[in-house]
Each structure stands twice: as C-alpha cells, then as structure tokens.
C-alpha cells in the first residue's frame, strides 16, 4: 500500500507541469520591469513568490504566473483534510485524527 501512495504521489508531481494553473499580466510600454510580491523584477528574471507560483517577466509577453503545487481533488475529504505547506510548494493530505498518517489521493488539478 505504501507503494501505491508513493507512486500515486510520484504521478501527482509529475503531472505539474502539464496542469499548472497561470495567468498572464500585459505591462505598459514604459514599464521598467515587472512588480512581483511589492518588488520591481527586472526583465529577463524568474521568481518564485511567497504564495507558490513561479513569475517570469519579459518586455514582450509581459508577466506570466504559474502555480507551483496542484490540489487534491479525489481524497477522502471525510477523514482527511489538505494544507499547503508555504515553504516547499507541496499539498499534503493528512488524516484529521493524526496529520502524521498521509491519505491517498486519486485525482489533483493545478490551481
């Protein structure tokens, strides 16, 4: 069992990169840069920002943010609930009775 979790796991994370959720932001002419979490980045620049998305800023296609974690989806939501760990990007699924046991999650979707 704890393999199928491990792999299911393995299949969430790999899938990331095909179902992150982005938004695109068009900048004026006379923008010097892109302002990404109260700073001004400049062109050319990639950052992560303190709610998990991934930014990059460029003079001709502007500022483009991409979340960097999916969210569970199919989980059992009746013993199990879901947090976002800030630091490293990762949505856990972890019982309500004991956050130390992970629950198995069949389905996530970029958000």
Request: aromatic fraction near 8%.
């Amino acid at each position: 069992m704890k393999y199928l979790l491990g792999f299911s796991l393995l299949l969430i994370v790999s899938d990331l990169g095909c179902d992150a959720a982005c938004y695109r932001q068009l900048l004026h002419s006379d923008d010097k840069g892109c302002l990404i979490d109260g700073k001004l980045r400049p062109f050319g620049s990639t950052t992560r920002t303190k709610q998990c998305m991934s930014c990059s800023c460029s003079p001709s296609s502007g500022m483009e943010c991409c979340s960097l974690y999916v969210t569970p989806v199919e989980y059992d939501k009746k013993n199990c609930k879901t947090f976002l760990d800030y630091k490293s990007c990762v949505t856990r699924v972890v019982r309500n009775d004991d956050p130390n046991v992970e629950c198995p999650v069949f389905a996530a979707v970029g958000r």
